[in-house]
């Protein structure tokens, strides 16, 4: 109801609700758990790996106990693996092994029988995600949840130089302006975090002069959202001589892949550097990138195992599939959640900014993001077949069987029949020869759900006997 009100109110009207909802967003954020958390994790940044684990092991016995005693869901399981609370006290992590995944469609299906009923929890928010399914999951929180994770959220931005006051620019899916307005603005001021909300919903190239002057005029001091808006403003502005006049001193990027082609231009564009991080709105551990450039394993924000496509533990260099168990959504906890996103594994053992957290060499994204040929197996990021490649604006590469593909081109005048003899080259080597490439060249690509940028889809299930 309030996002059907919103939509259809005047501007002026939806920067007074949003500014509403930004304040009572406010108040329940800045709290003295969130306070207390932000120091806690700051503190737990730089410990040794042997106080990590001693950590991440009494946050794990504390959440089982908790299932233990007030999840209806776990309850059950527990009694049918003969568990018993002195069974956690002694060894949580055996018992964690025992216990089974939880798959996305029972996280749906069975949403208040997960729920956690401590009588300390109170109900203060219940939210909604879609995901790729379409069907909305809920996700209840209560104060402590919610003060933990924007507590771990602010020790993300705490560690890369974005102080709390600054102001902020955000690209999301949310609807901050009808999709179909045709003018400006694209953007509504939210007072309460000194954040500029911007569609992601109109960047098409007769509005990014516009965006840009609007992004010179508030000088913002960071950036936060898809990275695929980011990159739409940066190579536009690059490839028509356009200069930022202000220089952030970051940008952070979520909900989408990010690839290394795009943190290239947008690094170029806005002179300042690009971070990485992972985690999900359904209350997922975190892993986020430090100043050095390394992506580090939050140990203190929740359990990470990493399965390769035979449901064994990968190994350095492979694509990992992550089965989580989280310590930040306690009010509907994530236990052995099977969330079919994936990573690359990393060699890496230390890291320049003394954090001593395992470290990820690369987030893949969806398990939907990878793709799978018979001659190849599975392929992961294929942003290294777009190096370059000149005059393509936007790509997408949707794989309909293991053999057939359909490759979405938005160019300009730079494409030559030379480039997409190359690209068809790229895509070939990387993907198998015996496969079908279809070159569609479109003006535009639609934004899938929640206005994200789907650069890769594959439309069939893997049934090779692996369940990557």
């Known amino acids: 109801m309030k996002d059907k009100i919103y939509k259809q109110a005047p501007y002026f009207i939806k920067v007074i609700l949003l500014n509403i909802i930004a304040l009572l967003n406010f108040k329940k954020r800045k709290t003295k758990g969130y306070a207390f958390y932000l120091k806690k994790y700051l503190d737990q940044w730089h410990l040794d790996v042997e106080n990590l684990e001693n950590i991440q092991k009494d946050e794990l016995k504390n959440l ?18 003969n568990i018993t609370i002195g069974d956690i006290e002694n060894n949580p992590r055996n018992v964690l092994n025992r216990l089974p995944l939880l798959s996305k469609a029972d996280r749906r299906t069975f949403s208040k029988e997960i729920l956690n009923n401590n009588p300390k929890r109170k109900l203060i928010e219940i939210g909604y995600t879609s995901g790729t399914s379409g069907t909305p999951t809920e996700n209840y929180l209560d104060q402590e949840s919610m003060d933990r994770s ?36 694209f953007w509504v001021y939210n007072y309460f975090d000194k954040q500029l909300l911007m569609s992601t919903y109109h960047l098409t190239e007769r509005n990014i002069v516009e965006y840009i002057n609007k992004i010179n005029k508030f000088s913002p001091q960071y950036l936060d959202g898809y990275p695929s808006a980011f990159y739409i403003i940066a190579n536009f502005g690059l490839k028509n001589g356009i200069k930022l ?32 991080q992972y985690a999900s709105s359904e209350g997922s551990p975190f892993i986020t990138e430090c100043k050095s450039g390394c992506l580090h394993v939050n140990m203190d ?42 990573v690359i594994l990393s060699e890496q053992m230390d890291c320049g900014c003394g954090c001593k957290m395992p470290i990820i060499e690369k987030i893949i994204g969806r398990e939907d993001d990878i793709l799978w040929t018979e001659e ?93």
């Open 376 to 468: 190849k197996g599975y392929v992961g990021r294929m942003d290294t077949a777009y190096k370059g490649l000149e005059g393509i604006l936007q790509s997408q590469i949707i794989q309909l069987t293991p053999s057939k593909f359909i490759i979405r081109n938005v160019i300009d005048k730079m494409f030559t029949k030379d480039i997409e003899y190359k690209f068809k080259k790229n895509l070939i080597d990387r993907l198998g020869s015996n496969i079908e490439l279809n070159f569609e060249y479109v003006d535009s690509i639609p934004l899938g759900k929640n206005g994200k940028f789907e650069a890769v889809k594959r439309k069939f299930s893997i049934n090779d006997g692996s369940n990557i």
């Open 301 to 342: 924000s929740g359990v990470f195992e990493f399965l390769n496509k035979n449901n064994e533990l990968a190994k350095p260099g492979e694509i990992a599939r992550m089965v989580v168990t989280s310590f930040r959504n306690l009010k509907t906890p994530l236990i052995r959640y099977d969330i079919l996103d994936t």
């Open 64 to 81: 089982l106990k908790e299932v233990y005693t007030y999840s209806a869901y776990y309850q059950k399981i527990f009694n049918n693996k």
């Open 150 to 185: 924007f507590a771990l959220w602010s020790r993300f931005h705490e560690i890369i130089g974005v102080k709390k006051g600054m102001k902020s620019i955000r690209f999301s899916g949310r609807l901050i302006v009808n999709p179909k307005q045709k003018g400006w603005p």
């Open 245 to 276: 006049k202000c220089q952030p001193i970051a940008i952070t990027t979520t909900a989408e892949t990010l690839y290394d082609y795009q943190r290239s231009i947008i690094q170029e564009f806005f002179q300042c550097k690009v971070y990485n």
